[in-house]
């Protein structure tokens, strides 16, 4: 139920994003989703692709930092309180989020958001009694 | 001025005559007291009878910053503890200082000295003197201190730091002498210009300004926004501290070397071989008058050249010009000797990075700058993919620095390979001040 995110630190300077975009290019990867967190020096790009062995590879062949997180993916109905509603079992149950980001999924429908727990299993186990859908790593991929 | 009419002006004979005299003296009082002078003259067999003329100091084998440190802390020392009255210490490479001691005659002696020093700067007993020099272990702020009683002038002992309240004082003392880093002067005049000060309208009418490198446009500058006259003052820890050379009023060009306390040489920093007088080199010097501390032939690693024409101030003291640079990688940031070295020992300690860095020295508005890049490891960044973790991980690295060199350093993780890996030699540090313009 988990799925596999890459992370790879990036200094906060023009073209540091581009590297990496280009070598997954080059590697016809794709990017399902991603999120930037900065700082005025350093930045973490959290990326879902399609190939995560092969992207974090070709970016660690090309000297960058690389580490794998287990994330959770939840599909919520695009529609207002999608959010709210995972947010208020996390917070009865006092699970910390780390941080998350989202998208929309084709189909215009669902969200799914990616959370970043300290307490993955916990915070799984939690979700799947409150009947949420947590989208499986090969489907999160192969979107 | 002058303070000392008598020395400061003796002819050169009788001042050469007075530099052999004690010389000689200092050379066998070394020799006897000291373990270390013994052992080393004895390596290159030299005795203290073969100092027969101030050409042959040259015989005489060097001491180096090494050396203070392998006698550390108070193996140089030529009296007894119970004949000591003050220790300073300067930092040192390992995070060991270098230990100085003085008796109540070399108190005394650096009082007359830096005395001698305000009154080539036209200062006056009606002068009061703001002394932002640091306190404390550091030579600059009790050696400036005790050549201003002595003079008789009124002194502030403010220190260093706190600068809104050292402006406070600048306006409502009214101080007409100030003396810190050249670097800190233009920080004051700065803040108090933010502070909507008109610094250039205070009373101040002469600073005195030592302990790190400068140059002429920086004197432009100070001189400018202070309204002052900018004056340059040389000195070190181990020699004596500040007041070892000052520029006078009338030449405004190289400072004057007591000459009556210490001789002067000039090396070339590689071969160690004495240059002709008046060609760049690396500063040497032999104390004449230290009870606790005598040096003989002290490698300074300072780079500067003589100035051998005389001096319309009337003093037959040599003059040395402006420091150009250092003959090691010392760095000196905000009036703080650092070498890369125990930047390094600190950074090989944490274990969460990878074992290169980089040390960029800047100059941003008027203070040094210090940013040590360094790259962060594989294995911690696959534990840790949060901003949080990393920045505490900087923050943890600038803490550390600042406990162990008290300099304030901005950690900044790179990417891998930004940082050039050893290949031979690796440029480590950065140095984009630039000063001797």
Same mark, same amino acid.
Not at chain 2, 378 to 398: G, M, N, W, Y
């Given at each position: 139920m988990k799925v596999e995110q890459l992370s790879v630190f990036i200094e906060n300077r023009p073209g540091g994003l581009e590297e990496v975009t280009r070598i997954l290019k080059e590697g016809n990867i794709n990017i399902r989703t991603l999120s930037l967190a900065d700082t005025s020096d350093f930045g973490i790009l959290r990326l879902i692709v399609n190939d995560v062995n092969k992207a974090s590879q070709l970016l660690k062949e090309n000297g960058f930092r690389v580490s794998r997180t287990q994330v959770v993916a939840v599909e919520v109905p695009d529609r207002p309180g999608g959010l709210h509603s995972i947010l208020e079992v996390l917070a009865r149950a006092n699970i910390n989020v780390e941080y998350l980001y989202a998208f929309v999924e084709r189909s215009g429908e669902n969200a799914v958001i990616i959370f970043r727990f300290d307490d993955v299993d916990k915070a799984i186990d939690l979700l799947e009694r409150h009947h949420f859908t947590i989208l499986k790593g090969e489907k999160l991929y192969s979107l | 001025m002058i303070y000392d009419e008598e020395f400061e002006t003796l002819p050169r004979e009788a001042l050469e005559a007075l530099q052999l005299k004690r010389l000689k003296q200092v050379v066998m009082r070394a020799y006897h007291t000291v373990g270390f002078y013994k052992r080393s003259f004895d390596r290159t067999g030299i005795k203290p009878d073969d100092i027969k003329s101030l050409q042959d100091l040259s015989k005489l084998p060097f001491t180096t910053k090494q050396d203070l440190r392998d006698n550390y802390p108070f193996g140089m020392f030529a009296v007894p503890m119970s004949s000591i009255v003050r220790l300073h210490a300067s930092s040192g490479t390992t995070g060991r200082p270098t230990v100085v001691g003085y008796t109540h005659r070399d108190i005394d002696t650096w009082s007359e000295l830096m005395a001698r020093c305000f009154v080539a700067a036209g200062v006056t007993k009606t002068d009061i003197i703001h002394n932002a020099y640091q306190y404390g272990l550091f030579t600059g702020g009790l050696g400036v201190h005790y050549g201003a009683e002595r003079l008789g002038a009124s002194v502030i002992p403010i220190s260093g730091g706190n600068t809104k309240r050292q402006i406070l004082i600048l306006q409502d003392f009214g101080p007409t002498v100030i003396c810190c880093t050249p670097s800190y002067a233009l920080n004051l005049a700065e803040q108090g210009r933010a502070m909507g000060v008109d610094m250039a309208s205070l009373r101040l009418r002469v600073g005195i300004f030592g302990a790190e490198p400068w140059s002429e446009e920086m004197r432009k500058q100070i001189e400018n926004e202070l309204n002052i006259s900018a004056l340059n003052i040389y000195g070190l820890s181990e020699i004596m501290g500040p007041g070892v050379a000052m520029e006078c009023a009338e030449g405004r060009e190289g %400072?004057?070397? @007591?000459?009556? =306390?210490?001789? #002067?040489?000039?090396?070339?920093?590689?071969?160690?071989?004495?240059?002709?007088?008046?060609?760049?080199?690396?500063?040497?010097?032999?104390?004449?008058?230290?009870?606790?501390?005598?040096?003989?032939?002290?490698?300074?690693?300072?780079?500067?050249?003589?100035?051998?024409?005389?001096?319309?101030?009337?003093?037959? =003291?040599?003059? %040395?010009?402006? &420091?150009?640079?250092?003959?090691?990688? %010392?760095?000196?940031?905000?009036? +703080?000797?650092?070498?890369?070295?125990?930047?390094?020992?600190?950074?090989?300690?944490?274990?969460?990075?990878?074992?290169?860095?980089?040390?960029?020295?800047?100059?941003?508005?008027?203070?040094?700058?210090?940013?040590?890049?360094?790259?962060?490891?594989?294995? @911690?960044?696959?534990?840790?993919?949060?901003?949080? #973790?990393?920045?505490? !991980?900087?923050?943890?690295?600038?803490?550390?620095?600042?406990?162990? !060199?008290? +300099?304030?350093?901005? &950690?900044? !993780?790179?990417?891998?390979?930004?940082?050039?890996?050893?290949?031979?030699?690796?440029?480590?540090?950065?140095?984009?001040?630039?000063? %001797?313009?």
């Open positions: - | %400072m004057h070397i @007591f000459e009556d =306390h210490f001789i #002067v040489e000039t090396i070339d920093p590689e071969t160690g071989h004495n240059l002709p007088p008046g060609e760049k080199g690396e500063l040497v010097f032999t104390t004449l008058t230290k009870e606790a501390f005598p040096l003989i032939r002290y490698r300074t690693r300072d780079i500067s050249r003589l100035i051998l024409t005389p001096c319309r101030c009337g003093r037959t =003291h040599i003059r %040395m010009d402006r &420091v150009m640079g250092r003959s090691d990688d %010392m760095l000196i940031i905000r009036g +703080v000797n650092i070498f890369p070295s125990q930047i390094e020992a600190i950074l090989l300690e944490v274990k969460e990075l990878e074992p290169h860095y980089q040390i960029i020295v800047d100059r941003e508005g008027n203070l040094d700058t210090l940013e040590i890049q360094v790259e962060v490891s594989e294995s @911690f960044f696959d534990q840790a993919d949060e901003v949080k #973790v990393l920045q505490s !991980l900087e923050r943890r690295i600038q803490r550390d620095i600042k406990d162990y !060199l008290g +300099v304030t350093a901005k &950690v900044k !993780l790179v990417e891998p390979r930004t940082l050039q890996r050893s290949e031979g030699k690796a440029r480590r540090v950065i140095d984009k001040r630039r000063i %001797m313009a």
